[in-house]
């Protein structure tokens, strides 16, 4: 290889722009020629030690120096000719000329600094310099003595700077990889397999630490992970089978794309609107600082704080995130995304619709097409949020749900409503660890005794079926009881206890009583608990009617419609034999209905809402003239929230109308959901299938 042909490769290198050819031809000539390897040590030590005393900044100041160190015809070269000028002056006696050895490029052309221009070794005159010339003579060694010490005063810089070891790398893809340090936006560290960086036309295998620039578009394969490491101290965890872009100059005003709907068990596949919203455009010099484009695949980050108005943006098909500082995970694919928080708060914006949420810690947002773009939590407790996501209790209505009309004989919303909080109503408490076991037994004899943890504190409700549920200190598992008796020596007697899985659907197909609830599911379903009346109610509601406004002839044959299982003993006489009110039916607020029209605040507003969002269904009943629609709310709940809440809640009842299409198949009348659904437990059950039994 010509000395031309090295020296521009050679440049291509140290600035990080050699391609897949070049790479394999600088190895070539390295290896089949030790002083081109030499030649191409020195040039790379001289750019680090330019670029560590920031003569990079400027490339092309950097890029003239080191022509003129390689050039022997340039003449005017200041430490050339320094060199020059220290081998010609002739020492004194006993001294030897200074720093002989210091040409700091031997090539082709450029005899060492300790020859003479035919090759040979300088020889010294020897003796003192002649009298009249120490004038003369005494300037030149006080400017030769300079000089020498600033080549001296640089190499030291030069030793003191330079990495420990200087080695040219012999593999192709080290020498592809090579960018200048500058250009580098974050370290990538690969945690297992080999994932694979896009850069421009080229694409490099990740098999160790790299670092990597603006555009590059990192892949991850479903054997590989790797970590992003910005100088900020920000770390982005990339899991595998994910794809992203790296610090795009900007981010075009729209991020919508036309996708396909998520396939949700009860939701039609429906193409978002035609002219979906646009979010605005950013520039990266002026917007944002960390950015990057999540293709598909999922993103763990633990954002240092930002500088302010540069905020770290991540951009997916469906929405773009604002962050700050915070921890968080984002889970992308071609058709929604899922935004989890662990600490701090995000910004998510849809590219579907003019929607922006902020998410804070403990709490998520999805966006997709067909989802309301909703802030929940994380994962929830089952003992606070029981039951499974596709359980009718949290099933949201759909779009698909087709009303009529309340049609019952003994059915009058003009008289009114009850929040039942005391009698009746069901105080649940959670067993803790700590608390004691406590013998629990139906007959009087206490055959068949259980002992179960259940707090000291827990007492029925004060009505003659003194309900009381408890729930397991592992929140998997609740006792519903009826007939509670508490004894003086800690055991307690009741009439009926089942227990029922928290996670699971908690209601039955199998036409079985499985609580103490009438119409055969958990009692657990449809209360308000405490804190819901404030901070909204996120699953279906549980009410009761008079037992004549049901009708006992519903479809299928039996007295009840799913999710009912079971209906009191003496329903053939109790019930009426018209209307469209069963036990299960579903009530709901149809979604054309305004609710900021009825100007509700607070409890009332999130009852009304709740009835909209996912209904009421009819899971009691009761024998005595009394007001037409009873709810169900948790004991522990404040009686100051309830204060006058009848009242206020009165036109409401106008609003109800039955679901007609509600079934297993189509759970709130399918079609899309009006709620996104509920988030995963915090642990789940071990049992694999669903546990109901009666105890007693």
Known sequence: MDQTRFQQIAEQYVNGELDDAAAEELCRAVSESRELCELLRVQAAMHAVLERRGTLGNLTVGRRVQAALRDPTQKKGAITRIMEKLQKKTPHAGTRAPIANLNPVRSAGVPPANCDAGGSPATSAGGPPAPQRRSRSNAFLYFSTAAAALVCIAVLIYLKTRPTQITFPTDPDDIAWAIPSESSVATAKPAGGAAQVKRGSKTLSLKKERPVIAGDVISTTEHDTLALDYP???????????????????????????????????????????????????????????????????????????????????????????????????????????????EGKVQLQSALKNE????????????????????????????????????????????????????????????????????????????????????????????????????????????????????????????????????????????????????????????????????????????????????????????????????????????????????????????????????????????????????????????????????????????????????????????????????????????????TNNSPDNPGGGRRPRRSFAPPFEKQLDAKKDVSEKQF
């Open 232 to 342: 900020d101290k920000t770390r982005v965890e990339v899991a595998m089978e994910t794809r992203l872009t790296m610090q795009p100059k900007s981010l075009p005003a729209s991020q919508s794309t036309t996708v396909t709907p998520p396939n949700i068990p009860g939701v039609i596949n429906e193409p978002p609107s035609a002219s979906a919203p646009s979010l605005p455009a950013l520039h990266a010099d002026s917007d944002y600082g960390i950015c990057l484009i999540l293709e598909q695949g999922t993103i763990e980050a633990t954002v240092a704080p930002q500088p302010a108005g540069k905020p770290m943006i991540v951009v997916t098909p469906e929405s773009r995130a604002t962050i700050v500082g915070t921890r968080f995970t984002l889970i992308a694919n071609p058709t929604a995304t899922r935004l989890d928080v662990a």
């Open 356 to 659: 922006t949420v902020l998410v804070g810690a403990g709490h998520s947002a999805s966006v997709a097409p067909g989802i309301p773009l909703d802030v929940v939590p994380t994962t929830r407790d089952p003992a606070l949020w029981p039951f499974s996501p596709k359980s009718p209790w949290n099933y949201p209505i759909g779009s698909g749900a087709q009303f009529a009309a309340i049609n019952s004989p003994r059915f009058d919303p003009a008289n009114g409503v009850e929040f039942v909080y005391d009698s009746f109503s069901i105080p649940i408490y959670v067993a803790a660890p700590g608390d004691p076991q406590r013998l629990l037994y139906r007959n009087p004899d206490r055959t068949g005794a259980k002992p179960l943890q259940i707090p000291r504190n827990a007492k029925p409700e004060p009505s003659y079926l003194s309900f009381m549920n408890v729930i397991d200190a592992n929140h998997l598992l609740v006792y519903e009881m009826t007939g509670v008796k508490l004894q003086d020596d800690d055991s307690i007697q009741v009439t009926a206890c089942y227990f029922n899985s928290i996670q699971h659907m908690g209601v039955y197909s199998d036409n079985k009583q499985h609580g103490t609830r009438i119409y055969g599911g958990s009692s657990m379903g449809g209360i308000v608990r405490k804190g819901e009346l404030s901070g909204g109610i996120r699953h279906a509601l549980g009410v009761s009617v008079h037992q004549s406004a049901l009708n006992s002839n519903a479809p299928g044959g039996r007295p009840y419609v799913w999710p009912a299982s079971n209906a009191l003993a003496k329903w053939e006489t109790a019930y009426g034999k018209t209307g469209n009110l069963y036990l299960g039916s579903l009530l709901a607020i149809p979604p054309d209905v305004d609710l900021a029209v009825l100007e509700l605040r607070g409890p009332a507003f999130e009852l009304a809402r709740a009835l909209q969002d996912y209904g009421a269904y009819i899971v009691e009943h009761y024998e005595t003239d009394a007001h037409d629609v009873k709810f169900f709310i948790d004991p522990a709940e404040s009686p100051d929230l309830l204060s006058g809440l009848d009242t206020k809640f009165r036109p409401v009842l106008k609003l109800l109308k039955v679901v």
